[in-house]
T-cell receptor, first 116, second 109 residues
């Protein structure tokens, strides 16, 4: 257990569905991240929230919509996804993102998403 | 562009030693992480290097040479449970974490 939980662990959805991924951290961190992990590719950073404010959006398509209601919770809302969006979606948290080189990130177990 | 290179896959024998290399080209350097990720699980922190040299932690050691843009993770007395992917990540000048694609390590009896 890393102190970061994600639900659901597995999700199968059609291209016209709307679903949401949930992440919760119990570590008292102030920064939270969404990553996409595809086979044999580096982790792709999607979004970063620092003190509930979105600080990065790495050219992610609008069919992915993040929400961070407080420092402990992070959501990723999904709609009209494409089959190539099938991947493992990982949530992570760390101390506040700032000028600190030691930004160890703690990961959740991920949501395995399959888009049909 | 920024790039992290590490071998895609390695195979080693139980009880042996294996070295996983990582080379990086990034805009600035503020530290290097190694993470372990078992199949279907979250990546977990293994080590952190910011100064040149070797950091030892039990059976695992991590080495860094900033002038060469190079690091390695050394695993000794390999156990079957060490079968996993090992991810190298570098913090760049903007304190953003740049990730390698990971090295899948297969341990054989």
């Amino acid at each position: 257990e890393t102190g970061v939980t994600q639900t659901p662990r597995h999700l199968v959805m059609g291209m016209t569905n709307k679903k949401s991924l949930k992440c919760e951290q119990h570590l008292g961190h102030n920064a939270m991240y969404w990553y996409k992990q595809s086979a044999k590719k580096p982790l792709e950073l999607m979004f970063v929230y620092n003190f509930k404010e979105q600080t990065e959006n790495n050219s992610v398509p609008s069919r992915f919509s993040p929400e961070c209601p407080n420092s402990s919770h992070l959501f990723l809302h999904l709609h009209t996804l494409q089959p190539e969006d099938s991947a493992l979606y990982l949530c992570a948290s760390s101390q506040a993102r700032g000028e600190d080189s030691y930004n160890e990130q703690f990961f959740g177990p991920g949501t395995r998403l399959t888009v049909l | 562009g920024q790039n992290i290179d590490q071998p895609t896959e390695m195979t080693a024998t139980e009880g042996a030693i294996v070295q996983i290399n990582c080379t990086y080209q990034t805009s600035g350097f503020n530290g290097l992480f190694w993470y372990q990720q078992h199949a279907g699980e979250a990546p977990t922190f293994l080590s952190y290097n910011v100064l040149d040299g070797l950091e030892e932690k039990g059976r695992f050691s991590s080495f860094l040479s900033r002038s060469k843009g190079y690091s390695y993770l050394l695993l000794k007395e390999l156990q079957m449970k060490d079968s996993a992917s090992y991810l190298c990540a570098v913090t760049d000048s903007n304190y953003q974490l740049i990730w390698g694609a990971g090295t899948k390590l297969i341990i054989k009896p």
